[in-house]
């Protein structure tokens, strides 16, 4: 059963100038991942609104846009007005997160929250449907390219224990050093949904990447 599995390669690792070619290789993707960096959330900048507009009208495959920015609440909105399938903001940075959900789930769009390795998720547990995602980061956002910190399972394990005794739809995603040889200790700890950069794009194929990602993912599951 690997229909309850999403691989969702990150773009910060796709070649910039070739989007639509690149885009076109992974076909076999669920969503593209598409971080969002202010330079003031994190020390690094890629791309605005004009930017996510010109992949979201060429993509064949949905957004999955992650915003590692201050102030979601002013910005995130227009994402979700873009058409971006799901929007994730990041908890540390929203004043109101459960208000900010719902403001786009009204437009549209999935609403997912995000939290930093560091971040505790116990707050979330009383409101876990009032999101359709939450994204625990496995390695300090900013940069693609980094190792895997398993010290971020237990959360996963809290999460997902809370989403299987309510009964919850909530997708658990897991973003940052994930490939074949990290996947199955996410999978294992409840994940469903994984972004893999490096580990796609960098592949000769990515999408035999995808696939070897999903059996990997799919092995280790827990339901």
Do not use: C
């Given at each position: ?21 690149e885009l ?9 991942h ?10 690094n ?32 909105p ?11 903001f ?69 999460l ?12 658990l ?37 995808i ?13």
């Amino acid at each position: 059963m690997t229909d309850s599995i999403r691989i969702n390669p990150s773009i910060l690792a796709a070649d910039f100038a070739n989007m639509q070619a690149e885009l076109a290789r992974i076909a076999a993707a669920d969503f593209v991942h598409v971080d969002v960096m202010d330079n003031h959330f994190v020390p690094n900048l890629t791309f605005g609104p004009q930017m996510v507009g010109r992949i979201q009208d060429t993509s064949p495959i949905p957004l999955d846009v992650h915003l590692m920015i201050d102030e979601p609440e002013r910005w995130a909105p227009a994402y979700a007005e873009l058409g971006a399938a799901s929007v994730t903001f990041h908890l540390e940075a929203s004043s109101e997160p459960v208000a900010l959900a719902r403001r786009l789930r009204a437009i549209g769009a999935r609403a997912g929250v995000a939290v930093k390795p560091g971040t505790q998720v116990e707050g979330l547990l009383d409101v876990l449907d009032e999101f359709d995602q939450i994204l625990v980061m496995t390695v300090e956002p900013g940069f693609g390219g980094q190792s895997f910190m398993p010290e971020t399972m237990p959360k996963l394990r809290l999460l997902a224990d809370e989403a299987r005794r309510r009964g919850s739809a909530v997708w658990l995603q897991v973003d940052g050093g994930i490939a074949e040889s990290t996947i199955a200790q996410a999978a294992a700890a409840g994940a469903d949904t994984f972004v893999a950069g490096s580990a796609v794009f960098g592949a000769q194929d990515p999408d035999a990447a995808i696939a070897g990602l999903r059996f990997a993912a799919a092995q280790h599951h827990v339901h």
